[in-house]
């Protein structure tokens, strides 16, 4: 892309959205300065720009994001095809299993979901569709990690913050490039409460009718229900049938 091509205000403007997250819903100007790595002057007005068009409430203080910037995701939403075609198959899914069930695709180092039948609440945060979460640890980002090269994979880990969140993550990279092998290998990948302790997953690829993994799906549940060592004889011939039937419709 040429440099004339390139909007710097827009990725600025975009860069402070990206720094509300669930746990920081309400930021002062020199919070998202801080958090951005951007001037100060070039926050505040990328905030006041956002307050004017509705998509950020300003009590003089703090900004907050308002239910108007759901348009910039539902526009994604929209325009694939993916969510509405892995919806049912992932409601039928999640019945079958009892259990949660979801589907996301890789953006970046991360994850984002974009389906999701619940049938009980098994994390202590609440995933919704547009939720993300760390690739390196996710049994979804596992599969997709899986499908990469191994180049590729190693330079999204190399730009991944390999913190842990439990006793039990993995952030070793060569343990999880390993990791990766065996995926591949096997097919699917199981997480022993790498996430959050209590919570056990097990995902399998997406591949359309060309073969090309386009997404992934899984189901978790508590590890006190279903511990990992049990979840591939429990859930993978589940997954598997909605694997096959996806692939029918994905083009």
């Known amino acids: 892309m040429r440099e004339t091509d390139f909007v ?3 990725a600025r403007g975009l860069k402070v959205i990206e720094a509300f997250e669930e746990t920081r819903q309400r930021l ?3 919070e998202a300065a801080k958090l951005t790595g951007l001037e100060r002057a070039t926050v505040r007005r990328s905030l006041l720009t956002l307050a004017a068009l509705g998509y950020a409430d300003y009590d003089g203080k703090f900004f907050a994001l308002t239910p108007k910037i759901l348009r910039l995701g539902h526009a994604y939403l929209s325009a694939t095809p993916l969510p509405v075609l892995i919806q049912p198959h992932l409601d039928q899914l999640s019945e079958k299993a009892g259990q949660s069930a ?4 890789l953006d970046g180092t991360e994850i984002v979901y974009i389906a999701r039948a619940s049938q009980r609440r098994v994390m202590s945060i609440n995933l919704t569709p547009g939720s993300r979460l760390p690739a390196f640890c996710a049994s ?3 599969v997709l990690l899986a499908a990469l090269t191994e180049t590729e994979a190693r330079s999204i880990l190399a730009r991944t913050d390999l913190k842990p969140n439990t006793p039990n993550t993995k952030t070793d990279v ?3 490039i390993s990791e990766f092998r065996r995926v591949r290998e096997q097919g699917y990948a199981v997480i022993d409460q790498e996430l959050e302790i209590g919570l056990c997953s ?3 690829p997406v591949e359309n009718d060309r073969g090309q993994t386009v997404a992934a799906i899984n189901i978790g549940a508590p590890a006190a229900h279903a511990p990992a060592a049990d979840m591939p004889a429990r859930y993978l011939p589940l ?3 909605t694997q096959k039937a996806l692939r029918l419709v994905l083009r």
């Open 8 to 10: 710097s205000g827009f």
């Open 28 to 30: 002062s100007i020199a």
């Open 102 to 105: 979801s589907a996301s695709v």
């Open 140 to 142: 979804m980002g596992r």
């Open 174 to 176: 060569e343990e999880l």
């Open 202 to 204: 097990i995902a399998v």
């Open 239 to 241: 997954l598997k049938e």
